[in-house]
């Protein structure tokens, strides 16, 4: 019919696709076609934004993608060169004063990952630790196998969390384009309070005459003494 279009698809990509365009045999009659080609994009996650972070929980991993993600508002990167690539969100609260580490240091993790950590409303993100590589001391990301097109590095961060307070976790490509599949681990190891503990301090006279003598006691058992000669000053 004159004027029509007719949708076909989607296709996946790198499908090679045959269109042909016919009409009837007739001098006066002729056929003209054009195709104009959309691409589908993937549903944006659920936690796309702040205000739909995801909860983690200590000693439990998450699977996901940030695939078909917002941009990122360029994270805690503080390179004036890079513009950080999409984006995830979750957040993280703890009872007690604790050690978090999240790592996207596994086999699981395809794409070159950084994690941006901050404090305050979604309305109001203080940035407060970042990583483009990994920064908990004495660990390393393997590399990938085969290797990343353009890095290897995930990512992993250490930082100390205080009891009650919200942390909110955008995990994100390095740079725009990256993205990809990924796990992330979540560890948790509470900081213990200092225990306060009462020693006794026994002083008495040593030897004749100048001297005295100190015992220092832990339930009744001497853990340390001494003594010092007695001056004029």
Request: net charge negative.
């Amino acid at each position: 019919a004159e004027g029509s279009s007719e949708p076909i698809g989607p296709f996946p990509t790198g499908t090679s696709v045959d269109v042909v365009v016919s009409g009837n045999d007739d001098a006066e009659c002729g056929a003209e076609g054009s195709i104009a080609v959309e691409e589908c994009l993937p549903p944006a996650p659920e936690n796309d934004d702040c205000e739909n972070a995801q909860a983690l929980v200590c000693g439990e991993s998450v699977f996901g993608s940030n695939v078909g993600a917002s941009a990122s508002e360029d994270g805690c990167n503080p390179s004036p060169f890079v513009t950080s690539g999409e984006g995830v969100w979750y957040s993280i609260q703890v009872e007690q004063n604790s050690i978090i580490r999240l790592k996207t240091c596994n086999p699981d993790t395809d794409f070159d990952s950084d994690l941006s950590i901050y404090t305050g409303s979604c309305d109001e993100l203080s940035c407060f630790a970042y990583t483009d590589g990994t920064s908990i001391p004495g660990e390393s990301c393997p590399e990938a196998d085969p290797p990343f097109t353009f890095s290897t590095f995930r990512a992993g961060i250490e930082f100390e969390a205080e009891a009650d307070v919200l942390y909110t976790v955008q995990l994100h490509g390095y740079g725009s384009g990256d993205a990809g599949n990924f796990r992330l681990d979540v560890e948790c190891e509470e900081i213990l309070p200092c225990e306060n503990t009462e020693y006794d301090l026994v002083v008495d006279g040593g030897g004749f005459p100048s001297e005295v003598d100190w015992n220092l006691l832990l339930d009744g058992e001497i853990v340390a003494e001494g003594g010092a000669p007695i001056t004029d000053e």
